[in-house]
């Protein structure tokens, strides 16, 4: 349960003997922008986390944000959170791994909310906000990078708005800051449509994310976001429709992973023979990944992120190196561990567990994710990229790969192959244009009506669409 409560000035200004480090610093940088608001409201766990409380950021301030008239930016309320980063430095939440690296996750959240007329102070919905994500990375020990779309399925604030989904960028303002525990950047996040999710999905979220810098309504240059916004940025603008279809059509989708809900199953197996299985291999141990397995991986699952606050599809781990953010698949490693090959070895069994080709294969999908599927084939097959649905239910992955991808286990010759529970598909181009014709009508916003079966016998695969009670129990 959180309080609202203004901070005095001698802590708001770092006065406090023994004031923690981390938490000075981000302070400051609050401080830099806001040098007369010394004392903003905030709102505070009032059982910590480390304590045994249910909210990760032990604060969230929130600042009165005049905008800025010569560059038309209109004024809006300025969420900071305390927390994703370590405030304390003594392990009570986050290991100290020293000042070189990032502090607890690296980063803190921040959000901008335009300030409807007559409001004299913040609404406190944004801070839950911000706690449900914070709760998310802290539990999955996912993180986020700039250009991350969130799939909320829910308006923001739970009115009747069109903004029920998030997309992250850095925050226009808030500089990164170097702490005594290490750097700390400031994510923004903005809220978008749906529509404009779905164009991020099919393309990449800072495309939108500049186009939506310029229209004014659906957020401007600091991206601030109006809940009462009723039209899309393609409402707006019809003509940017068409510089998204030119993205997908020259540059393909940058979405190229997803947890999902999805099984596969090996038709060509008799069903009495359950060794090597995937319900066996489900949580068998993962195995050190040659370097050309590991950046195989790490592209296939590089700008993939789908999060639903009902965990229908939470987030693939995302990584930042050499300037773009990698996503690897981590179910259990520790974040020290995540920047190694094992990052992506969680969807790798032991290295014992050995590569099978299958003749038939049968593959399963919840609502979400077989409307990727067109996605997956146009945006990503048809541009020579693979594409990855990595189960939320244990250790199943299921890639489609390209003809021209490296380092495939699955080949031309041998489509379907196995590495205990991870799938690959090999599809070729006639194949792909040609599933992509079957599978039309996921391509349409309206519900299907379930289950769906699609089935090509000449290539032995068959995909089922279906409710998503059916991956209530992973091992079905």
Sequence with gaps: MDEVRPTSGAQAHGLVPLFP???????????????????????????????????????????????CQAQDIQEHWHYVSFGLTDLYG??????????????????????????????????????ELMQGLARYVFQSENTFCSGDHVSWHNPLDNSESRIQ??????????????????????????????EELQAAQQWNGQGILELMRG????????????????ETIFDIDPHLQERVDQGIETEG??????SAKCVWDDLSRPPEDEEDSRSICIGSQPRRLSDKDTEQIRETLRK??????????????????SNSSMR????????????????????????LVRT???????????????????????????????????????????????????????????????????????????????????????NTREETKLPKEYSWPEKKLKISVLPDSVFDNPLQ
Excluded at 49 to 54: D, K, V
Excluded at 92 to 110: C, I, M, Q
């Design 21 to 67: 480090p981390g938490l000075q610093a981000i302070y400051g940088e609050c401080r830099r922008l806001y040098p007369e608001q010394a004392n903003p409201l905030q709102v505070t766990a009032i059982v910590k986390y480390w304590l045994g409380g249910p909210d990760p950021l032990d604060y969230i301030s929130m600042y009165r944000n005049m905008g």
């Design 90 to 127: 003594d392990n009570r939440v986050h290991e100290f791994t020293g000042a070189d690296g990032p502090s607890g996750f690296g980063f803190e959240l921040t959000f901008r909310l335009k300030r409807e007329v007559g409001e004299t102070a913040p609404p406190t919905w944004p801070a």
């Design 165 to 194: 989904h998030m997309l992250l960028t850095e925050d226009p303002q808030m500089q990164p800051i170097q702490t005594p525990f290490g750097t700390v950047s400031f994510l923004q996040i903005v809220g978008v449509c749906t």
């Design 215 to 230: 229209v004014r309504v659906a957020g401007g240059p600091w991206l601030i976001t109006d809940m009462r916004r009723g």
């Design 253 to 258: 989708s940058n979405l190229s992973g997803v």
């Design 304 to 321: 993939g992120l789908e999060f639903n606050s009902k965990a229908a599809l939470p987030p693939i781990n995302s990584q930042r190196q």
């Design 328 to 351: 690897g698949v981590v179910k259990s490693v520790s974040r020290k561990d995540s920047l190694e090959s094992e990052s992506s070895a969680a969807i790798v069994p032991h290295e």
């Design 356 to 442: 099978r080709q299958l003749e038939s294969v049968h593959l399963k999908f919840n609502q979400e994710s077989g409307t990727l599927l067109p996605l997956c084939l146009r945006g990503r097959l048809l541009h020579g990229r693979h594409f990855t649905y990595k189960s939320i239910n244990g250790d199943t992955a299921i890639t489609f790969v390209s003809t021209g991808v490296e380092g495939a286990f699955a080949t031309e010759e041998h489509p379907y192959a196995a590495h205990g529970p991870w799938l690959q598909i090999l599809l070729t181009e006639e194949f792909v244009e040609q599933m992509l014709g079957d599978l039309q009508e996921l």
